[in-house]
């Protein structure tokens, strides 16, 4: 028996090295209960119930092969080996789209499950297509000595279903579900590129298509869900762009805020907007400039708060660096200390303002972080050669 084990093991053992995927042998009753706490998200997954996944075991057939899915679509393989329960996974069949993700929540609203949330559940499990795991079953069967095994496939339907009429799911076409995860690529590969007008078109395509997709009104809270899944995409998209954790933080928090305290759907669009001009910036930096994580978040914070009366220690502090370091470091790669760029980019804002607003200079002055419009006048002729007058005068729009 204990050669069997070893045989076992080192099978289970490989494919969890190859495909990622949970392997169980539960030799007890505890085994059974933190599986199915470890992996349940809702009341509503039946066989992930300790009860119901120990009557599983107990009389399920020996020469048998067993394909549980749930409502979620989560799915477990069950088989045994010497008398042992073996159970693969759990996992998924096909990665999960924002459509499906919102459709599935439709049907279990009352269990208190949104589509961000699902989301991040099903982050936490393997996708394995039913050809992959064919091809594991089989490679299992012939190494462990397992022939002429029956499949037997259990599927979740809950009491009030009619998979001819009230199915959902099975209404929405393989075709458009595959555009739609197509779309999302879209979306987060124009991200990656930096294409502001892209990644915002994508981002219509993507909302109109998950509206479409909701079997009665969407309410702004809804909308509010389906954007929390975008927020999701477009933080792992900037991450893989090359993005720093720090910014990808401060510009999604933003986001996030504005979007919850918004009252309107127009609100919600305009913050998300914002949020992928905002990554697709810095992302043009990143490529333009191959500038360090480091740098790239002092270029990040002094853009966002160039107009209050920020300093360079207050910037460091943030970054939880010494001043002395940041000034060495960003003074290495853009030639600079934060001190002028900050200076810079505070005057050619102003620059902007004075041609395109009839506004005071001192309006002007405080607008762009420098509250001293006689300090102002000053910075601005070292920098321009010409006062802020004589700059308007010249190139007023």
């Given amino acids: 028996m204990n050669k069997n084990i070893e045989t076992l093991n080192t099978a289970l053992n490989l494919i969890h090295s190859i495909f990622n995927l949970g392997t169980n042998t539960f030799q007890g009753e505890n085994d059974v209960e933190n599986f199915c706490n470890e992996n349940r998200a809702i009341e509503g997954q039946a066989w992930l119930a300790p009860e119901a996944l120990k009557l599983i075991l107990e009389k399920s057939h020996e020469n048998s092969i067993n394909y549980f899915e749930d409502l979620l679509h989560i799915r477990i393989v069950l088989f045994y080996y010497k008398s042992i329960p073996v159970v693969l996974g759990p996992y998924l069949s096909e990665e999960m789209t924002i459509g499906q993700s919102i459709q599935i929540c439709n049907q279990i609203d009352k269990k208190k499950m949104n589509p961000n949330e699902l989301i991040i559940y099903y982050g936490k499990f393997p996708?394995?297509?039913?050809?992959?795991?064919?091809?594991?079953?089989?490679?299992?069967?012939?190494?462990?000595?397992?022939?002429?095994?029956?499949?037997?496939?259990?599927?979740?339907?809950?009491?009030?279903?009619?998979?001819?009429?009230?199915?959902?799911?099975?209404?929405?076409?393989?075709?458009?579900?595959?555009?739609?995860?197509?779309?999302?690529?879209?979306?987060?590969?124009?991200?990656?590129?930096?294409?502001?007008?892209?990644?915002?078109?994508?981002?219509?395509?993507?909302?109109?298509?998950?509206?479409?997709?909701?079997?009665?009104?969407?309410?702004?809270?809804?909308?509010?869900?389906?954007?929390?899944?975008?927020?999701?995409?477009?933080?792992?998209?900037?991450?893989?762009?090359?993005?720093?954790?720090?910014?990808?933080?401060?510009?999604?928090?933003k986001e996030s805020r504005a979007i919850a305290a918004a009252n309107s759907e127009s609100q919600m669009d305009e913050a998300c907007d914002t949020m992928l001009k905002e990554f697709c910036e810095i992302i043009r930096i990143i490529r333009n400039e191959k500038y360090s994580a480091l740098t790239q978040s002092i270029i990040y914070s002094v853009n966002q708060h160039y107009m209050d009366d920020i300093t360079i220690k207050e910037i460091a502090d943030e970054l939880n660096i010494t001043e002395s370091y940041m000034i060495s470091q960003f003074k290495k790669e853009t030639g600079q200390t934060p001190a002028t760029y900050l200076r810079q980019i505070r005057l050619k804002n102003a620059a902007n303002l004075l041609i395109s607003t009839n506004d005071e200079i001192?309006?002007?002055?405080?607008?762009?972080?420098?509250?001293?419009?006689?300090?102002?006048?000053?910075?601005?002729?070292?920098?321009?050669?010409?006062?802020?007058?004589?700059?308007?005068?010249?190139?007023?729009i």
């Fill in 362 to 396: 001192q309006k002007i002055s405080g607008c762009v972080g420098i509250p001293d419009a006689n300090y102002f006048v000053k910075l601005f002729k070292a920098e321009f050669e010409m006062t802020p007058g004589a700059y308007r005068k010249r190139y007023k």
């Fill in 127 to 253: 996708v394995i297509p039913d050809g992959v795991m064919n091809k594991i079953l089989h490679g299992i069967s012939e190494n462990l000595g397992l022939e002429n095994l029956s499949e037997h496939f259990t599927r979740y339907k809950g009491h009030n279903d009619d998979m001819s009429e009230n199915d959902d799911l099975e209404r929405i076409s393989n075709a458009n579900i595959e555009a739609h995860y197509v779309t999302e690529r879209e979306y987060m590969n124009a991200i990656k590129r930096g294409n502001t007008q892209e990644a915002i078109h994508y981002k219509k395509l993507l909302s109109e298509n998950a509206a479409g997709m909701w079997t009665r009104k969407a309410t702004l809270q809804d909308k509010k869900f389906g954007l929390a899944v975008n927020r999701a995409m477009s933080r792992i998209a900037a991450y893989e762009a090359g993005v720093p954790a720090p910014i990808i933080h401060k510009i999604t928090t």
